[in-house]
Structure formats: C-alpha cells, structure tokens
C-alpha cells in the first residue's frame, strides 16, 4: 500500500521457471510498502512455474491451457478489479523488468494525477542491459508507428512494464474481453485506447534486461507476432474493431 492506496502486481508467465521465483523475491525486496498483492497467471505453463511462484509467495492463476499474453494479463487485471485494487502494475514474467521502476510508476498515479503510466526504456533515465541490436530497431520503429497513429509522443509503446488506475476497467468504451485481444494484441490495444479516450498518461524512465537466453529464445514468432502488436493500431484507426 502506497499513501492508503491498494496496489496489485500482475505477471503473466508461459514456461518461466527458474525467472519467475526470481522476479518475485525482487519484487518483495524492492516494493515493500508499496505492492499489498503479487498476482502470477500461468497462461497453460508445462514447467513448474505455478510451483515456483507459489512458492515464492505470489498468488498464482492457472490457465489450463495456453490462451496468450493478452489473455493472461486480462485475468490478472480482472483479479485487481474484483479485488478492489485502486492501482494495477503489470510486470514481465521473465525477470525483464527492474522492480525498483514500481515505485516511479505508482508516485505518478498517486502524487501527481496520472491515470496511466508506461515505462520507457529509451527516455532520459532509462537503460538497457544485453539489448540485442535487433530489438533496439524494432521496438523504435514500433514506437514510431504508434506514434502516426495515436498521435501520442510514445518513445517504447511496446514495453510491457506499465501501471494504471484500475477503475480504467470499467470504461465501456474499453473492450479487453474480445477474443482477438487474447495474443501480443491486449497491450498496445489498451495503450491506444487510454489514448483515445484522453486519460493522462505519462512516460517514465526504466531498466529492461536481457538475459543471455533471452537473446536467442523470445516468444515470438516473426511476421506473425509482429502483425499481432501491430493490427490493434490499424483496427482502431480506421474503426475496424471497437
């Protein structure tokens, strides 16, 4: 709890045993006094990551089988609803993210107004560790195209790290339980829709690390993917999907 706000952490995981009792043991370490619940979704994992985040002392929801990202953040934001949880921060499942960013993103909610806040890897403050060229101009030209389309100065719309007021949920207008969303698709849809919607967002500053496993061993898939992060742009600009 943070300034008498209850705050819930979600991750999503598919097959991150040996990350995830990792990520956990940091996050308890750095956000004490801040995060009041660990909230893990194992999105159908066939690892022992449910025993391992259990073990680590986060709540853990099993997914019987593999949905998508998109799918296991929703559970996990849904959770934070039910629960009453005046703030949402979603973190990576892999150890990617430096929990010690947590706090900068809950002091903007909580003291300067913010509604939603994504983590930035590319603006003053921010760094990266083991960042594989590749990534570096994917993730910038990504950046670059949400920007022409939400007209949102965003510098890395694809980070995953972020924090919001969790009664953003009940928003009609924000539609998270389509199907279509259940992919790489969930993230940036909700991104461009707190956009749209003229909620105050801000940028801040954070780590973003990749491991020597990571380099060669990401989740997903060219083309494929890409079209997956990419067509919730589309689909919103021209009013294809709600």
């Given at each position: 709890?943070?300034?008498?706000?209850?705050?819930?952490?979600?991750?999503?995981?598919?097959?991150?045993?040996?990350?995830?009792?990792?990520?956990?043991?940091?996050?308890?370490?750095?956000?004490?006094?801040?995060?009041?619940?660990?909230?893990?979704?194992?999105?159908?994992?066939?690892?022992?990551?449910?025993?391992?985040?259990?073990?680590?002392?986060?709540?853990?929801?099993?997914?019987?089988?593999?949905?998508?990202?998109?799918?296991?953040?929703?559970?996990?934001?849904?959770?934070?609803?039910k629960k009453?949880?005046?703030?949402?921060?979603?973190?990576?499942?892999?150890?990617?993210?430096?929990?010690?960013?947590?706090?900068?993103?809950?002091?903007?909610?909580?003291?300067?107004?913010?509604?939603?806040?994504?983590?930035?890897?590319?603006?003053?403050?921010g760094r990266?560790?083991?960042?594989?060229?590749?990534?570096?101009?994917?993730?910038?030209?990504?950046?670059?195209?949400?920007?022409?389309?939400?007209?949102?100065?965003?510098?890395?719309?694809?980070?995953?790290?972020?924090?919001?007021?969790?009664?953003?949920?009940?928003?009609?207008?924000?539609?998270?339980?389509?199907?279509?969303?259940?992919?790489?698709?969930?993230?940036?849809?909700?991104?461009?829709?707190?956009?749209?919607?003229?909620?105050?967002?801000?940028?801040?500053?954070?780590?973003?690390?990749?491991?020597?496993?990571?380099?060669?061993?990401?989740?997903?898939?060219?083309?494929?993917?890409?079209?997956?992060?990419?067509?919730?742009?589309?689909?919103?600009?021209?009013?294809?999907?709600?």
């Amino acid at each position: 709890m943070y300034k008498r706000k209850k705050i819930a952490l979600v991750m999503a995981c598919l097959n991150e045993a040996e990350k995830i009792g990792n990520s956990i043991k940091k996050i308890k370490k750095n956000c004490k006094g801040i995060v009041d619940e660990i909230i893990v979704v194992d999105d159908g994992s066939t690892d022992l990551t449910f025993k391992e985040a259990k073990k680590a002392g986060a709540t853990v929801i099993k997914h019987k089988k593999n949905l998508g990202a998109g799918a296991a953040y929703r559970t996990g934001y849904f959770y934070s609803l039910k629960k009453g949880y005046d703030i949402t921060v979603e973190l990576a499942g892999d150890d990617q993210d430096d929990p010690k960013d947590v706090k900068k993103i809950v002091e903007s909610i909580v003291d300067y107004g913010f509604d939603y806040v994504h983590g930035s890897r590319w603006i003053k403050g921010g760094r990266t560790v083991n960042h594989p060229l590749t990534r570096s101009f994917l993730t910038k030209l990504y950046s670059f195209i949400f920007r022409i389309f939400t007209g949102f100065p965003a510098t890395d719309a694809t980070n995953g790290i972020r924090g919001f007021k969790t009664e953003i949920l009940k928003n009609p207008k924000i539609k998270l339980n389509q199907e279509w969303l259940n992919k790489y698709e969930l993230e940036p849809y909700f991104f461009y829709k707190v956009i749209q919607l003229g909620y105050k967002i801000k940028e801040v500053p954070v780590t973003k690390f990749y491991h020597k496993k990571m380099r060669s061993n990401t989740k997903m898939i060219p083309f494929k993917s890409w079209w997956s992060i990419l067509r919730p742009l589309i689909y919103l600009k021209f009013k294809i999907k709600e």
